[in-house]
């Protein structure tokens, strides 16, 4: 393991820039910092879910995908390193089939909210939609991992699929989106 803070200020990014983890100086509203800005969200996120005390099951996985997360965020400062690999968007694949085969299955568009566990995992997926596309727009410019955005993808998918389990659990319908007609 690297070396430990011992003071959290460090007054460095006083100027508007930022470290990779290299030691690499760029700005904080670069492209890449915003991705791995999106990225801490999520995971900040996930974290507002496991404060809802889910299930064990779902809290074993959520912690997983916090470590997973953090790994990332870390190969985003590390240019031309790969940490994600093709396994860990399989395992989510895994559970996405595992937690969809006791939903019934979508008619229509829901909207998002429910239990308060159910309405977070909503708001980390939303928030996952937008590190994938903070990270899209990195890949554009400079090289990423494709295992990053496919990861973020399937995350997206996997809190969907679970917020509806988590309102199943709870004993809370979906609520259907109603299209008015003009």
């Keep these: 393991m ?15 820039s930022t470290g990779l983890t290299g030691g690499e100086r760029i700005a904080k509203d670069h492209t890449r910092i915003e991705a791995i800005g999106a ?17 064990a099951s ?18 985003l400062s590390m240019p031309d ?19 969809n085969t006791d939903l019934p299955p979508l008619q229509e568009f829901i909207l ?4 308060q566990a159910a309405a977070a995992c909503h708001l980390a997926r939303a928030v996952c939609r937008r590190a994938e596309r903070r990270v899209y727009t990195l890949s554009r410019q400079e090289p990423v991992n494709p295992a990053t955005s496919s990861y973020l993808n399937r995350l997206s998918d996997l809190l969907f699929v679970i917020a509806r389990q988590l309102n199943r659990s709870a ?9 008015k007609k003009r």
């Design 81 to 99: 390193t790969a940490c994600l690999a093709g396994e860990q968007v399989t395992r989510l694949e895994q559970w996405l089939d595992e937690i």
């Design 39 to 55: 990225v801490d969200e999520l995971n900040s996120a996930i974290g507002v879910v496991l404060s809802h005390i889910p299930p």
């Design 58 to 75: 779902l809290a074993a996985r959520f912690t997983e995908i916090q470590h997973v997360l953090f790994d990332l965020g870390g190969e």
């Design 2 to 16: 690297g070396a430990r803070l011992t003071k959290i200020y460090t007054r460095t990014g006083d100027t508007g």
């Design 171 to 179: 004993g809370i319908a979906d609520v259907y989106w109603r299209h």
């Design 112 to 115: 998002p909210g429910g239990s």
